[in-house]
C-alpha cells in the first residue's frame, strides 16, 4: 500500500462476514478499512457476467435462503429479491430422480405407487435405525437404510469431503432431510431468494458508505505493518492467522469448471443436477434456472473437489473440531481481534447464519 493507513477498525475479507460487520460498524460512526486479496468483494459469494453476458456464481452456486425474517430484512436494504426455490435431481440407476429423497424419488427408483403413507412405511422397513446417531453415516442410514445411502450418499460424500461418511460428523448428512411426500424443493426454508440484481450489486451497495474504505488485492499477511487500527476483524481461515501452530486446519477446496454453450437456451430441467457416483465431479449447475436471465445461450459449472486450492469448506468431524478448539482458544485471547465467519469460525455456516454471527459480533464489540 502507499500509504500507511490510519483507522478504527481494520477488516481483513470483504465476503458476507467483513462486509456485514463493516457496515454495521460504519454505520455506528466507526471508521473502516476493509481489506481484501482478492480483485472482487463478495468472498464466496461473488457474481459476475461471463463473457457471453450471463451472470454466474465463479465460486458455484449461491441460493439465499433463511428462516429469520430479520436477517433477510438487514440484506433487504442493499437489494430486492427474485423468488427463488431450488430444485435438484441427482443421476442415479440411469434416472434423474428427486433429492432429498421423497415420494417421487421412492416410487421412480423402485416402481412403486406408494402414497405418503406407503412412502413412510417402506422407509420405516428399510431403514437402518441407530443409536446413537453419531455420524453423517448414522444420520443417513437411520433414515433411509443401506440401499439408498449407497445410491445417494456415499459415492458422492466421498468425492465432496474425501472421507467416508462414517468419518465426518453428523451435521453434514443432516442438511438433507428425507420426505415421503412430493415437495421436491432443496430447502424448506420460510424465505428462499436470490438479490434481483445479484450479489455483487449487494455487496457494493452493503461497502458504499462514507466511512468505509475498501482496498483489494491486498493480504492481511504481506500489508498488515502498513495499517495501524485498533481493532481487527478477521474473516480468513483461523490457522493462518496463528501461522499454522498447532498445524493445518484442513478445509476442503473445489475446482469450478465453468462452460458456456453458445444456441443451446436451456441444459438441464432443474438448477442443479447431482452426480453421486459415475462422474469425478459433484454437480453441474445452470446458472439461468437461479437467475431467471434470458439469454439465447446458457451458462453451467460442473463442481471437481480437491485438497489443494481455495478454502471453501471446513472438514466437520471429531478430530478437526479439536484442533479447531486449540485454536479457537488462541483467538480468544486475541483481545484486539474479532474472528468471524465460515473459514475464521470453522463451521459450516450458511450465508444467512454467517450474517447472524457477524451482526452479533459487531454487538459485542460495540458493546450494545
Ligand atoms: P468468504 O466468503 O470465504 O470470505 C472470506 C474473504 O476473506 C474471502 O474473500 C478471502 O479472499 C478473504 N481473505 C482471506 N484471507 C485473507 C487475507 N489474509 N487477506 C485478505 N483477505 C483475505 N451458502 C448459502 O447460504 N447458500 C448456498 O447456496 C451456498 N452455496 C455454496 C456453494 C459453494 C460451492 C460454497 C463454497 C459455499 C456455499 N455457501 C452457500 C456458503 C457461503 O459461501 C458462505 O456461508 C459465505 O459466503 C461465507 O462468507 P464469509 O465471509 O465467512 O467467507
Ligand atoms: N449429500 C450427498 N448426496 C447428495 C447431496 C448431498 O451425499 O446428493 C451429502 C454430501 O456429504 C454433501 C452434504 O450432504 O456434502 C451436504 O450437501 P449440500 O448440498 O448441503 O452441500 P453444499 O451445497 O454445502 O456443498
Not at 465460486?59 to 430484512?73: D, M, S
Request: aromatic share 12%.
Amino acid at each position: 500500500m502507499e500509504h500507511p493507513m490510519k483507522t478504527d477498525y481494520l477488516v481483513v475479507g470483504a465476503g458476507f462476514a467483513g462486509a456485514v460487520c463493516a457496515r454495521t460498524l460504519a454505520e455506528a460512526g466507526r471508521r473502516v478499512l476493509v481489506i481484501e486479496r482478492r480483485s472482487h468483494v463478495g468472498g464466496n459469494a461473488f457474481d459476475r457476467h461471463d463473457g457471453q453476458g450471463v451472470l454466474i456464481h465463479p465460486y458455484g452456486p449461491h441460493i439465499f435462503h433463511t428462516n429469520a425474517k430479520r436477517i433477510l430484512e438487514w440484506l433487504s436494504r442493499f437489494t430486492d429479491w427474485r423468488f427463488y426455490e431450488h430444485r435438484v435431481l441427482a443421476s442415479v440407476d440411469g434416472q434423474l430422480v428427486p433429492i432429498p429423497i421423497n415420494r417421487t424419488t421412492l416410487n421412480r427408483l423402485y416402481a412403486k405407487d406408494l402414497d405418503e403413507a406407503g412412502a413412510k412405511a417402506w422407509l420405516q422397513r428399510v431403514r437402518a435405525p441407530r443409536d446413537p446417531v453419531r455420524t453423517s453415516e448414522d444420520v443417513v442410514l437411520d433414515s433411509v437404510g443401506h440401499d439408498l445411502c449407497e445410491k445417494f450418499f456415499r459415492g458422492y460424500t466421498r468425492k465432496q469431503w474425501g472421507v467416508d461418511l462414517s468419518e465426518l460428523s453428523a451435521g453434514v448428512a443432516a442438511r438433507i432431510p428425507t420426505r415421503t411426500d412430493d415437495d421436491d424443493r432443496y430447502f424448506t426454508d420460510t424465505y428462499q431468494f436470490m438479490p434481483s440484481h445479484g450479489y455483487g450489486a449487494m455487496f457494493e451497495r452493503m461497502l458504499d458508505h462514507p466511512n468505509i474504505t475498501v482496498r483489494l488485492h491486498t493480504d492481511y499477511f504481506s500489508d498488515r505493518q502498513d495499517i495501524d487500527a485498533s481493532h481487527t476483524i478477521y474473516t480468513g481461515p483461523i490457522d493462518a492467522f496463528f501461522d499454522y501452530r498447532f498445524g493445518r486446519l484442513p478445509y476442503r477446496s473445489l475446482r469450478f469448471e465453468h462452460k458456456h454453450l453458445p444456441a443451446l437456451s436451456q441444459f438441464q430441467a432443474v438448477g442443479t443436477v447431482n452426480y453421486p457416483n459415475e462422474q469425478a465431479y459433484t454437480r453441474i449447475t445452470e446458472f439461468k434456472h437461479l437467475t431467471g436471465q434470458e439469454h439465447e445461450g446458457t451458462s453451467i459449472v460442473f463442481e471437481y473437489p480437491q485438497a489443494d486450492g481455495d478454502p471453501f469448506y471446513p472438514i466437520p468431524r471429531p478430530e478437526n473440531e479439536r484442533l479447531y478448539a486449540r485454536y479457537r482458544e488462541l483467538a480468544e485471547n486475541c483481545s484486539d481481534t474479532t474472528f468471524v465467519g465460515r473459514l475464521a469460525q470453522y463451521r459450516y455456516y450458511n450465508m444467512d447464519q454467517v450474517v447472524a454471527a457477524s451482526l452479533a459480533a459487531c454487538k459485542s464489540i460495540l458493546g450494545s
